[in-house]
């Protein structure tokens, strides 16, 4: 077990990723906490589902930016390296001819900071999860 420095949490990975601290209250809170370089990438992509999901709110979720509307839709977080998308497994296996570039596992997708995001692509997804039903 690796125990975090900062917040004293216990991962099986050691340097796990993880929020230390309280969970940001608002999606406002959570990109202001994240690195500069990384605010831009992180509020296209809230323009990009706010504009696809106009009636859905906004909401901190798994301590994560949520779109929900009577259920969570879909979730993205900033890492080290990536954004994660998270629109549930139906999601990632409905679009895996368009993901193949980029690596996924079940209900996430790492859209990494070395290339342009996707954000039609997460418009997509975004729309398709909410049109099917197959929330996060």
């Known amino acids: 077990m690796w125990k975090c420095p900062e917040c004293g949490r216990e991962f099986k990975n050691t340097n796990q990723d993880h929020f230390c601290g309280e969970p940001p209250k608002t999606i406002d809170a959570y990109i202001d906490a994240q690195p500069e370089e990384v605010q831009p990438?992180?509020?296209q992509v809230r323009d990009t589902l706010r504009a696809?999901?106009?009636h859905a709110e906004e909401r901190i979720s798994w301590s994560m930016p949520t779109y929900w509307q009577?259920?969570?839709i879909i979730h993205f977080a900033a890492f080290k390296k990536h954004i994660g998308?998270?629109?549930g497994d139906k999601a990632v296996e409905h679009f895996k001819e368009k993901l193949t570039e980029?690596?996924?596992?079940k209900g996430a997708i790492q859209l990494p900071f070395s290339k342009p995001l996707p954000l039609e692509l997460i418009a997509e997804i975004a729309k398709w999860c909410y049109e099917t039903g197959n929330h996060h």
């Open 41 to 43: 990438l992180l509020n």
């Open 52 to 54: 696809v999901l106009p």
């Open 70 to 72: 009577k259920q969570n």
């Open 85 to 87: 998308l998270y629109p």
């Open 102 to 105: 980029y690596k996924t596992s």
